[in-house]
C-alpha cells in the first residue's frame, strides 16, 4: 500500500552540468536550496541583493546583475503581493523599516506576473542566448495574508509560471517545489517550528528529486566524487596537530587537487 502522494516531475529538455554558473533569486527557498548549491560546488549566485518575494522584485534582481552570464537561472517566486511607494508610483524590494503610510499594498495579476519574468528572461538572454530557466513556486504560505489568500496568491504564481512554459518549452522549466511540500510531504514533520517553513529534511528531499530530475549523469558523478572530498575538508578533529590527520588531509588535499584538473572550473580554497 502507498500512504502518500508521489508527485510526477516530468524531466526538462535541458540538464544541469557540473560546475554550472547558476543565479538563484526569489523567496528565502530560493536561499535554502541555493546554499546547497554552493556547497555542491556550482559556481551559484544566490539573492545577491537580498530576498526577493514577487516576479517584480525578482526582476529588480536580474536588471542589476544584467552584465553577468549563466548557464541557469532558478526563480523562486513567493507572492504577487507589491508594496507601492506612494510618492513614486514604484514598487519597492524592501521596505527598510519606513513608515507603513508611505507604501500602498496590492497584487500583481497572472499577466503583471508573466510580464516582469519574461522581462527578465529576456535580459539574462542577451547575456547568454542558450541560457536555462526553472521556475519554483516557493512552498512557504504567507499566514499575514490569511490561507486563502495565501492560496490565491500562490495560484497567480502557478499561472504565470505555466504560461511562460508553455510558451518555451525546451529552455523554461517548472520544477514543483510547491506541490511536492503540500503534496507529497504533507506533514508537520517536514516543517520548522513556525509550522510554515519546510524544515532542513524536506529541504533535502527537494534537493534529492531536483539531482534526479534536473542533473546530468556526468554531474551525478561529480556529486558522488566530490562528497567524501566534501566531508574530508569540513572534518574538525580534536588534535589538528597530529601525524595521522596531517596525513589525511594531505591525501584530501591532492584528491581535491586532481578533481580541479578534470572540472577546472570548480573554486577551491585549499
Same mark, same amino acid.
Given at each position: ?204 528531499? /527537494?534537493? %534529492?528529486? *531536483?539531482?534526479?530530475?534536473? =542533473?546530468?549523469? #556526468? +554531474?551525478?558523478?561529480?556529486? &558522488?566524487?566530490?562528497?567524501? /572530498?566534501? %566531508?574530508? *575538508?569540513?572534518?574538525?578533529? =580534536?588534535?589538528? #596537530? +597530529?601525524?595521522?590527520?596531517? &596525513? ?5 588535499? %591532492? ?16
Amino acid at each position: 500500500m502507498e500512504f502518500r502522494t508521489i508527485v510526477n516531475i516530468p524531466h526538462p529538455t535541458f540538464e544541469l552540468e557540473p560546475c554550472e554558473r547558476i543565479l538563484f533569486v526569489g523567496s528565502c527557498f530560493a536561499d535554502n536550496i541555493g546554499k546547497r548549491f554552493k556547497e555542491e560546488k556550482f559556481r551559484a549566485v544566490v539573492n545577491p541583493f537580498g530576498v526577493m518575494y514577487n516576479p517584480v522584485s525578482v526582476l529588480h534582481t536580474v536588471k542589476k546583475m544584467a552584465n553577468h552570464v549563466f548557464d541557469t537561472a532558478v526563480f523562486t517566486l513567493g507572492t504577487n503581493h507589491v508594496y507601492v511607494e506612494r510618492a513614486t508610483g514604484e514598487i519597492v524590494d524592501n521596505c527598510q523599516k519606513r513608515p507603513q503610510r508611505e507604501f500602498e499594498e496590492r497584487e500583481l495579476t497572472t499577466e503583471e506576473c508573466a510580464d516582469a519574468l519574461h522581462e527578465a528572461i529576456a535580459l539574462l538572454r542577451q547575456a547568454n542566448p542558450k541560457v536555462n530557466i526553472i521556475l519554483t513556486v516557493s512552498p512557504i504560505r504567507y499566514a499575514k495574508y490569511g490561507y486563502h489568500e495565501s492560496q490565491l496568491s500562490k495560484a497567480m504564481l502557478l499561472l504565470a509560471a505555466d504560461k511562460l512554459v508553455k510558451e518555451d518549452t525546451k529552455k523554461i522549466y517548472y520544477f514543483p517545489a510547491y506541490e511536492i511540500i503540500n503534496d507529497e510531504l504533507r506533514d508537520y514533520r517536514f516543517y520548522k517550528a513556525d509550522m510554515l517553513h519546510p524544515n532542513e529534511q524536506a529541504v533535502a528531499y /527537494i534537493w %534529492e528529486q *531536483l539531482v534526479a530530475t534536473c =542533473f546530468s549523469a #556526468e +554531474a551525478k558523478r561529480f556529486l &558522488d566524487v566530490w562528497r567524501p /572530498i566534501k %566531508e574530508g *575538508l569540513a572534518h574538525r578533529p =580534536f588534535h589538528p #596537530e +597530529a601525524a595521522a590527520y596531517q &596525513d589525511f588531509i594531505k591525501r584530501t588535499k %591532492e584528491k581535491a587537487r586532481l578533481l580541479k584538473l578534470k572540472y577546472p572550473n570548480i573554486e577551491l580554497n585549499l
